[in-house]
């Protein structure tokens, strides 16, 4: 497993309550997905895996509600919080998202968002 970071994405690309950038990883020898978002000027990320089913979040990358407030699942509207993944309506209360060490540093004059899986179960493909 590396320990250097993946840069997902530049900083600009996510906007508090925006679009998720999603890639391709690897859980638990399984094919999935990842997904990092902007929440109150915070970068966070989160395994692609709703705890009640194991369906993917994101409907076409959206994975906040209208209000930007929380994120659902597209499939049987579960909630989660932004911040900590915990999920607050819905078939999956008292679990949560599973979720990724990320961070933003300048990257070559520019600022990046960095997913660091290190002793994660997820791995970038």
């Known amino acids: 497993m590396s320990t250097e970071p993946h840069i997902i994405c530049h900083s600009t690309d996510l906007v508090d309550g ?4 999603k890639v391709d990883a690897v859980h ?3 094919r999935t997905n990842a ?19 194991g369906a993917e979040l994101d409907w076409e990358s959206s994975v906040f509600t209208r ?20 999920c607050t309506g819905g078939p999956c209360r008292s ?3 599973t979720s990724l ?12 968002v960095l997913w660091w899986p290190q002793g994660q179960p997820l791995n970038r493909v």
């Open 95 to 97: 679990s949560r998202l």
């Open 18 to 21: 925006g679009l998720a950038q």
């Open 101 to 112: 060490a990320v961070s933003e540093e300048e990257r070559n004059g520019e600022s990046v």
């Open 67 to 86: 209000a930007g407030d929380l994120l659902m699942c597209a499939r049987h509207g579960a909630t989660f919080l932004p911040d900590t993944g915990e």
């Open 28 to 30: 638990s020898g399984k």
């Open 35 to 53: 997904f990092f978002i902007r929440y109150q000027g915070r970068v966070y990320g989160y395994v692609n895996s709703c705890p009640h089913m």
